[in-house]
């Protein structure tokens, strides 16, 4: 019983590490230009890039799909301090260019 205990609290661990893990990081900046090159330019795109990385590394756009990112968008958007309007742009932007599901 304690060996499927452990087993099961050593999954969890390694599921929150590896949910955190991964992604841009905001503070190499070669790096981040380059990924952000592919993108057109829109306010979308500008919000994305100035608040997502404020808490975190970046989780570009094609690392979920349209049908994830709204409901991320509105955890994090109260987390970004995001109006209205900016959390719709960020939505558009990242939903545009998500994986295909």
């Known amino acids: 019983m304690q060996i499927m205990k452990t087993l099961i609290q050593l999954s969890l661990i390694a599921t929150v590490l590896w ?3 991964g992604g841009l990081n905001p503070n190499n900046t070669e790096k981040v ?6 993108y057109e330019d829109s306010e979308g795109k500008a919000i994305f890039r ?9 989780k ?5 799909t349209a049908e994830k990112w709204p409901g991320i968008m509105d955890r994090m958007a109260r987390k970004a301090k ?9 939505v558009a ?3 545009k260019h998500a994986k295909a599901s």
């Not at 230009?33 to 592919?38: E, L």
């Open 19 to 21: 949910g955190c893990a």
């Open 33 to 38: 230009d380059a990924a952000f090159a592919r």
């Open 50 to 58: 100035e608040k997502c990385a404020k808490c975190h590394s970046f």
């Open 60 to 64: 570009l756009p094609e690392t979920r």
């Open 82 to 90: 995001l109006n209205d309007d900016q959390k719709s742009a960020v």
């Open 93 to 95: 932007f990242v939903t």
